[in-house]
């Protein structure tokens, strides 16, 4: 067996652990029989079932307009967390069960949620966006108009500020999964309007730097956002991943800042106040500041860290006895595009470099592989990315040394899993 | 003024307009100062915005009894939720009365989004009520002093000067 392992891999080792090379693996695939034996023996196995299955010998369900997934994966769902319970259900989150998930897109209906005032269900021809304050001319515009408005089509996470919160505070890494432990980022294509289009409408003043955006919602809820970004790249997004913006991500229309924390992402916008200052609401007051040791709190940090997780395997998974696995994760960065995703399997010992899926884009989801043969040994793996600006992730007790004891917001530190002998994999503080 | 300058200023326009229908097809509706709710109105740090009227603290303890108490306890200091006092003066906490830099966020938050389940339905007097209520609970005012327009723009929160402005100091660079 030790032999047959030694010639499958053929010296396509890149790093301790069991870390594989992708190239090199394939080359040794295709010249060596071992693989292929072992391929065929799990179709003997499918094919050795006689009588063809029942959904081969009738005729399936008709067409429907609108389609679900298969009734099997019923248990694929967000995780929901009311924190304040009978007080205020309306007050919650649900994370994006990553784990579950391949590739980078995020199903409509898996995207992450967090309401601070319930979701709202607005119908959508009373809607009504209004752009004031410092403009020529105060405009507001129907749904109906802006779909005439050209649109762009961009991938971009959205991230909320205090994604990783579990790990951030709590003194002993929890023994949960993905979709509790960084479940609060979500990815798709926006679609919608250019906001510096209907800035141009409305004339923006010189000392308009500024812009309040506000919510529909019971809420109300309220970040100033710097009209430079506002200009640059920020959209009135209207489409998610083609369809209208479902309810829980802001139908009919929400603000989309790429890279931006996605509490400045303002769900069910109707308002875009322009000012000379920032409005100093109540989220950047309070909850979406950053406390730092002295006392002080940082604000206005808007840009979210490069940051990466790797999801097959990850946390309260078991894997199926030693041999060949393919790590798989996702990385990103809100100051631009993953450039590296580095693996440890030996607990940080050693690192190679993970394919990266292609095409890798700006302050979107990326999704990174790396072959890996596990020898039935406990073991810690990590993953480390860096952005095209060079920025790299801190450990966590790096991380920890910057802000006060309580900060939930920005964790972007390494996150290590830990694989007992029995193939256990539990969240670990590296 | 010489014809030559009013014509320039009627081309710069006409480009102008130009430029915008290129990309937009200029649907806005002209929209009027009546037409926006106070809701829409973000209130400002310098005190833009705030409305008429005005709240003592003895006035908000009532209304705070009534419809706050219930989820931020019945000194404002103990919650359960978001606790709007410090209970210890001095020791690091995120109430309101503490940790936010300006009083203003505390009428505007109030006026959008509070009470919880009934937001908006409260009177403006009320909401500079139970602002003040909130500001003398942490010691900030006393208990007799008016909050309205004038006076909760000069309210010294204890954390105004608190603040690491990471986008003045380095953009959108990540702390």
């Known amino acids: ?46 094919h050795a079932e006689a009588e063809p299955p029942d959904w081969a010998t009738l005729p399936g369900e008709e067409v429907r307009g609108y389609g679900l997934p298969a009734p099997q994966e019923a248990d694929v769902k967000r995780t929901q967390f009311q924190i304040y319970e009978d007080l205020s259900p309306e007050f919650g989150f649900s994370g994006t069960p990553l784990q579950k998930l391949r590739g980078s ?96 409408e409305a004339g923006v003043k010189t000392e308009g730097k500024w812009v309040i955006a506000i919510g529909a919602d019971a809420a109300g809820l309220s970040r100033s956002i710097p009209m430079e970004k506002i200009l ?52 950047e007051s309070g909850a979406y500041s950053d406390p730092l040791p002295d006392g002080r709190a940082v604000r206005f940090s808007f840009a979210m860290g490069v940051k990466s997780v790797i999801t097959h395997p990850s946390g309260t998974m078991t894997m199926n006895g030693p041999g060949l696995y393919e790590i798989s994760g996702l990385a990103w960065s809100g100051g631009g595009a993953i450039a590296r995703v580095e693996i440890s399997a030996d607990g940080g010992t050693s690192w190679a470099d993970a394919d990266l899926q292609q095409p890798v884009q700006s302050k ?45 917001n920005h964790y972007n530190a390494i996150q290590a899993w830990d694989v007992t002998p029995e193939g256990k994999v539990a969240n670990a503080y590296a | 003024m010489p014809m030559r300058s009013g014509f320039a200023a009627l081309a710069l326009l006409g480009l102008a307009t130009t430029t915008s229908m290129a990309e937009g097809p200029g649907l806005g509706v002209p929209l009027s100062e009546a037409d926006i709710p106070a809701f829409a109105i973000h209130i400002m740090p310098d005190g833009t915005g705030l409305p008429d009227g005005s709240g003592t603290a003895a006035e908000g303890a009532e209304i705070y009894e009534f419809q706050c108490a219930f989820c931020h306890g019945e000194t404002a200091s103990e919650g359960p939720i ?29 006026r959008r989004a509070m009470p919880f389940h009934a937001p908006k339905s409260l009177e403006d007097d009320e909401v500079y009520a139970l602002t003040a209520f909130v500001l003398a609970r942490s010691g900030v005012i006393d ?28 953009g959108e660079e990540p702390f």
Not at chain 1, 170 to 185: I, N, R
């Open chain 2, 82 to 110: 978001e606790p709007l006092a410090a209970p210890h003066p001095g020791e690091f906490s995120r109430a309101a009365g503490s940790y936010w830099p300006y009083a203003t966020t505390l009428f505007d938050y109030i």
């Open chain 1, 364 to 408: 979107a989801l990326t999704r990174f592989t790396i072959p890996w043969r596990w020898d039935g040994s406990p073991t810690r793996l990590l993953s480390r990315a860096t952005d095209s600006k060079g920025r790299t992730q801190p450990t966590r007790a790096a991380w920890k040394a910057r802000y006060h004891p309580t900060n939930i």
């Open chain 1, 105 to 200: 897109i995020t199903p409509n209906g898996l995207h992450f949620e967090v309401h601070h005032g319930g979701r709202p269900e607005i119908a959508p021809e009373q809607h009504r966006l209004m752009i004031h304050g410092l403009v020529e001319r105060p405009l507001q515009f129907d749904l109906a108009s802006l779909d005439r408005y050209p649109m762009v089509s961009r991938v971009h996470f959205i991230e909320c500020a205090g994604n990783g919160f579990l790990n951030a505070v709590e003194p002993e890494p929890q023994d949960v999964g993905l979709d509790v432990l960084a479940g609060l980022v979500s990815n798709a294509e926006w679609t919608g309007v250019p906001l510096s289009i209907l800035m141009e």
């Open chain 1, 1 to 46: 067996m030790a032999k047959s392992r030694t010639i499958r891999d053929g010296g396509s080792a890149v790093a301790g652990g069991g870390l594989l090379s992708r190239r090199k693996l394939l080359k040794g695939a295709a010249l060596g029989g071992t693989a292929a034996a072992l391929s065929q023996g799990v179709i003997e196995a499918v």
């Open chain 1, 232 to 283: 640059a790249d920020g959209m009135l997004a209207l489409h998610q991943n083609g369809e209208r913006i479902r309810p829980e991500q802001g139908y009919p229309m929400r603000t989309l800042l790429p890279g931006y924390e996605g509490n400045m992402n303002v769900k069910w916008v109707t308002s875009l106040q322009v000012a000379s200052q920032p409005a100093f609401t109540r989220d």
């Open chain 2, 143 to 170: 208990e007799t002093d008016p909050m309205d327009a004038k006076t909760l723009p000069k309210v010294e929160m204890p954390a105004r000067d608190l603040t690491v402005d990471l986008w003045r100091l380095q």
